[in-house]
């Protein structure tokens, strides 16, 4: 009974895989079946064996177990565990296996155990091989390469074969990443008997009586942690704006536990984040990871941010199932990141269950403004914010100052092309050569030197002056990166300028790598991103019609009536101490209308106000055409005057000066974007623009009829009090008249 309480009890002990007597092992095992036949006399000592594992994962939540018979299972529960290392000492030989076993029907013979293999083997720290028996540690098996320690393949699998006749201890001497805690060591015979083989079962063929070739089963317990990877998008350095983004795609690698490769996690490749800017990893078991983006899914590459597809993001699952930051020494480079730094990748615990890695992407952003004839480059909205100025009105021949305010992505050194280009319609405006200057802050606010921070930019011009290029070095832009790039220049209105109506729209691109992988051509799918703002300025005209009212003119436009024009000039306005309309400079000291003069011409009571004469084509006055027209062309909005300095024969004077119709306001309504089309994003594209006139709808440079009526004064147009005391005047003439009439004929009676 001891002797079969042993045979099964060697298998048992497998199956528990417990530090205990081989028939201690079996006590729980069929103590009351039939004898079996199976006698160590029927061992076949020449025979060859082997012992094959197979390696299973197990949750650590996991209590039953399949049962092992020594033979195979088919379809064994439990994921496959690659690289565990195994290594199998002989304890007995043949011929001391058998007297062991015979031995064994005698109570007094001392069972071999686990822990006799070892000096110490009171506890299972003890096990180990530093700690084996000499003898025992000597007796290591050997494979056709004379190597000791073999492990599992990737199914899971290592075999020893061609062993001989005898009892052996096998222990796992390589632990796989996953696995938390080794399988304590077992004993097994070879060979061993079938549990359950009784006389009964002699005659089936496929009934050994003694089993050569055993199989075992022995499963690791394997911590498991959930991982929740969150993608978000950075605008320059703005960390706590930060917004998630769907639809990116990432690649979750695991290190293999023989080498330092790392390959794809199965069901975790090209896996994208949902709504939430998430991916769960569920079930990793321990051992060292990273995840790296691998682009956008099909269409969704419209938000603009830059794909960091070189940077693996690295971090541990350890033996409780945590997310900590990576401990592999072997995984290094300037593409690694393997602790937390805010705003580039960090860990942030949960649960023991559960952690959150969140990683950033950035993107630029780029801002046109144009400054206003005050000097100011901003509007404050209704709200009270504060925003770009991206319309202003402007004199033909006026310089106008353009500011483009660039966002540095904080991963800007990385990228391959980061350019501006200005573009203006040469016919409209042209850019100033040597009028462009680049300042920069680093994300501290702290001002870098053009030269000493990141060295000067490639510019250049167009031989038209309408293209405006201004080339960066990426990698030279470290010292920047989050922080912002000022640029400013100035281009002048030129005559053939664009009046009033839709104005004079020119846009700024930046263009931007899509990906941090500089190796990659940056063309089709890759070719670089760009972001467009648009400014306009706006030029205008005044022109009059000249009529007659009866006479010789009656009705008709009068040619060669001669005018001036008079601009009320704002204070702010002036720029040091000069202003240009039209083309034309003016000095404050030299071209103001004196005081006097201003309330002569009868341009305004208040004689505090500033008048200039306007120049026009290098003419101090305007003279009719023979459609009886006059036009001033190129003039900023403000407040316009025509003053009559010379009429035609028959006719006089305007008696005051007639309002240009230029007081305008004028509202510019732009499409607004922050969508991304076929990788462009047009942030304000002109739309239109409407005007008003002391409170109504208007129509710039509208032309205003002004007529001559015959007479001894000729008005204004519509000056019927003028008519009417012209009419006295006649009146009381006539009146006269009669009176020296009738005087005369009473002398003649007399």
């Known amino acids: 009974m001891k002797l079969k309480r042993f045979l099964t009890g060697v298998l048992s002990a497998v199956m528990a895989l417990s530090v205990c007597a081989l028939p201690a092992a079996a006590a729980g095992g069929d103590a009351s079946a039939t004898a079996t036949k199976y006698t160590t006399s029927t061992i076949n000592k020449s025979k060859k064996g082997s012992i094959t594992i197979y390696k299973r994962a197990e949750l650590t939540d996991q209590i039953d177990r399949p049962k092992s018979t020594g033979e195979e299972i088919q379809n064994p529960s439990g994921d496959p565990l690659e690289n565990a290392g195994f290594t199998v000492y002989k304890v007995l030989d043949a011929d001391k296996l058998v007297e062991y076993y015979n031995g064994l029907s005698n109570e007094t013979v001392k069972e071999i155990t686990v822990a006799s293999c070892f000096n110490d083997g009171t506890a299972a720290t003890a096990y180990t091989k530093e700690n084996l028996k ?35 201890l096998v222990m796992e001497t390589t632990l796989p990443q996953a696995v938390t805690k080794k399988t304590e060591p077992f004993l097994i015979s070879v060979p061993m008997t079938r549990i359950g083989a009784t006389e009964d ?99 969704h590459d419209n938000v603009g941010y830059i794909l960091d597809t070189k940077t693996k993001y690295a971090f541990d699952v350890d033996g409780k199932g945590n997310a900590v930051a990576s401990t592999d020494t072997n995984l290094t480079g300037d593409n690694v990141v393997k602790k937390t730094t805010t705003g580039i990748f960090e860990i942030s615990a949960e649960t023991t269950a559960q ?64 350019t501006v280009t200005d573009t203006t319609v040469a016919a409209q405006l042209v850019h100033d050569a040597g009028s462009v200057t680049v300042s920069a802050k680093n994300k501290d606010k702290k001002v870098e030197g053009i030269t000493s921070a990141y060295g000067t930019p490639d510019i250049k011009l167009d031989g038209k002056n309408s293209v405006l290029t201004i080339a960066f070095t990426p990698a030279k832009l470290e010292s920047v990166a989050g922080g912002q790039i000022t640029i400013t220049y100035t281009a002048t209105v030129k005559k053939d300028a664009v009046v009033a109506g839709s104005g004079n729209v020119n846009s700024a691109k930046l263009q931007y790598s899509r990906t941090t992988d500089t190796t990659k051509a940056e063309e089709g799918d890759n070719k670089p991103y760009e972001i467009e703002d648009q400014s306009v300025v706006y030029t205008f005209s005044t022109s009059l019609l000249k009529k007659g009212e009866g006479g010789t003119y009656g009705g008709k436009a009068m040619k060669g009536v001669t005018f001036e024009l008079y601009k009320k000039i704002e204070n702010s306005e002036w720029k040091n101490n000069t202003v240009t309309i039209a083309g034309k400079s003016y000095d404050k000291n030299r071209d103001v209308v004196l005081a006097e003069d201003i309330v002569a011409l009868g341009l305004s ?31 900023p909005k403000g407040t316009y005057r025509f003053v009559e300095t010379k009429t035609l024969d028959g006719y006089n004077l305007l008696s005051k000066p007639v309002d240009a119709k230029l007081t305008l306001d004028y509202t510019t309504m732009w499409d607004t974007s922050s969508t991304y089309v076929n990788g462009v994003l047009v942030k304000h594209k002109y739309n239109t623009t409407s005007y008003k006139s002391n409170g109504e709808d208007a129509t710039p440079g509208a032309e205003i009829t002004i007529i001559n009526r015959s007479g001894f004064q000729l008005p204004v147009t519509g000056g019927f009090g003028t008519l009417l005391f012209s009419g006295i005047g006649v009146l009381l003439v006539l009146a006269g008249v009669a009176v020296l009439f009738s005087m005369k004929k009473k002398n003649d009676r007399a």
Request: aromatic share 10%.
């Open 605 to 635: 009571k208040d004689e505090t106000e500033t008048w200039i004469k306007i120049t026009y084509d290098g003419k101090d006055e305007g003279t009719t055409d023979k459609d009886g027209k006059l036009t001033y062309t190129g003039l």
């Open 201 to 299: 079962e002699t005659e089936n063929e496929n009934q050994k009586v003694w089993m050569y070739d055993v199989t075992v089963y022995p499963k690791n317990s394997i911590a498991q942690g959930n991982v929740i990877l969150e993608k978000k998008g950075v605008v320059g350095s703005k960390v706590t704006d930060a917004v998630s983004l769907q639809y990116v795609k990432f690649t979750l690698y695991k290190k293999n536990d023989n080498n330092n490769d790392y390959t794809p996690v199965a069901g975790c490749t090209d896996v994208s984040t949902d709504s939430s800017g998430q991916i769960k990893f569920e079930n990793l078991t321990k051992g060292s990871y990273y995840v790296m983006e691998t682009g956008y899914e099909s269409g």
């Open 134 to 168: 000499t003898e025992i540690a000597k007796a290591a098996v050997k494979d056709s390469n004379n190597k000791t320690e073999l492990f599992t393949n990737d199914q899971g699998v290592v075999k020893f074969d061609n062993l001989e006749v005898g009892l052996y």
């Open 355 to 418: 952690v959150n890695l969140t990683v950033y992407d950035y993107k630029p952003d780029v801002e046109k403004t144009v400054t206003k004839r005050d000097g100011s480059s901003t509007v404050t909205n209704m709200d009270g914010t504060t925003v770009g100025n991206h319309e202003a009105d402007y004199s033909v021949g006026d310089k106008v100052t353009y500011t483009l305010t660039i966002d540095v992505p904080a991963n800007i050194a990385k990228l391959g092309t980061f």
